[in-house]
């Protein structure tokens, strides 16, 4: 319990006492960080009186989250962070920042027929009538996103993978290379300065 809100990093296991593994109080700014070995038993609750935010670490590899609910409103995607996340409308009602290539959200309780994006706001159209909106921050156009109806038990959405026209110069362990020349088993520079075969 953190009476007075705080911080919490899990990279580990929290078993919960009485069904509550976390919980944040007071009214103060509250942060969850996640390293992709995290894990608990027992539910995490952020306060109703404060800002509740869920950052979503980088580490060697990917993560997952199901289940989100209310009172974490903003959700960050650490630069680098490979997570696939889900939760119902309110549970990803707040603002989802550093969305990047490799991240997934998959909206649970939403099919969706159409979308659309203006501003930061990704609307997507609902079976029966009604719409869904993600608030996703950044450089995007409604062509930057895959919205795949039918996941699961909803919708997915991910980012359209970056193109690279010839002649484009990419770093490799061996030099620059132009993409053109790029073959399966080459190591490419990715974000974070680390290196990943193709």
Avoid: H, K, Q
């Avoid at 869904?132 to 359209?160: H, K, N, R, W, Y």
């Amino acid at each position: 319990d953190l009476y007075a809100g705080g911080t919490l990093t899990n990279a580990g296991m929290i078993i919960g006492n009485n069904g509550t593994a976390a919980a944040f109080s007071g009214t103060d700014s509250n942060l969850l960080v996640l390293d992709p070995g995290y894990g608990f038993s027992g539910l995490v609750t952020g306060s109703a009186s404060a800002s509740n935010t869920l950052e979503l670490a980088s580490a060697v590899s990917a993560g997952t989250i199901s289940g989100l609910g209310t009172n974490f409103g903003p959700i960050e995607f650490d630069v680098g962070a490979e997570w696939s996340i889900s939760g119902d409308t309110s549970g990803l009602a707040g603002t989802i920042s550093g969305f990047a290539a490799g991240d997934t959200i998959e909206l649970t309780d939403v099919t969706a027929t159409g979308s659309s994006f203006v501003g930061s706001i990704l609307t997507l159209d609902e079976t029966g009538g009604g719409t869904a909106t993600l608030d996703l921050p950044g450089t995007f156009t409604l062509a930057s996103f895959v919205v795949t109806p039918g996941v699961s038990s909803g919708t997915e959405v991910t980012l359209v993978a970056p193109c690279f026209c010839a002649g484009t110069r990419i770093a490799c362990l061996d030099g620059e290379r132009t993409v053109e020349t790029l073959v399966p088993g080459a190591f490419v520079r990715v974000a974070g300065a680390e290196y990943a075969e193709i």
